[in-house]
Nanobody
């Protein structure tokens, strides 16, 4: 089993920044991909960014150039640096860890609200 603990959400003004962290514990040797998803009210959960063990990344188009995902394998932690935040980034952000057998583990979610 894998446990994911997220932190770093909150309220920020448009144009501001936040950094989300997700610490993984448990059977981490089974993890291949780690990433962040988000779900806004009334919308489906969407992939925001993900990163492989080797550091390869991909992002949803709407956050390219503003968000950066990184991974510290020694600390079993993945980060999402979010800059130039917009009101449409408001959502609950979920950490995801995907195993090599494609099984997904999820964090509890952290609220990000971008509002003046």
């Amino acid at each position: 089993q894998v446990q994911l603990v997220e932190s770093g959400g909150g309220l920020v003004q448009p144009g501001g920044s936040l950094r989300l962290s997700c610490a993984a514990s448990g059977s981490i040797e089974r993890i291949n991909l780690m990433g962040w998803y988000r779900q806004a009210p009334g919308k489906q959960r969407e992939l925001v960014a993900r990163i492989t063990i080797g550091g390869n990344t991909n992002y949803v188009d709407s956050v390219k150039g503003r968000f950066t995902i990184s991974r510290d394998n020694a600390k079993n932690t993945v980060y999402l640096q979010m800059n130039s935040l917009k009101p449409e980034d408001t959502a609950v952000y979920y950490c995801n860890a995907r195993r090599f057998d494609a099984y997904d583990h999820w964090g509890q979610g952290t609220q990000v609200t971008v509002s003046s």
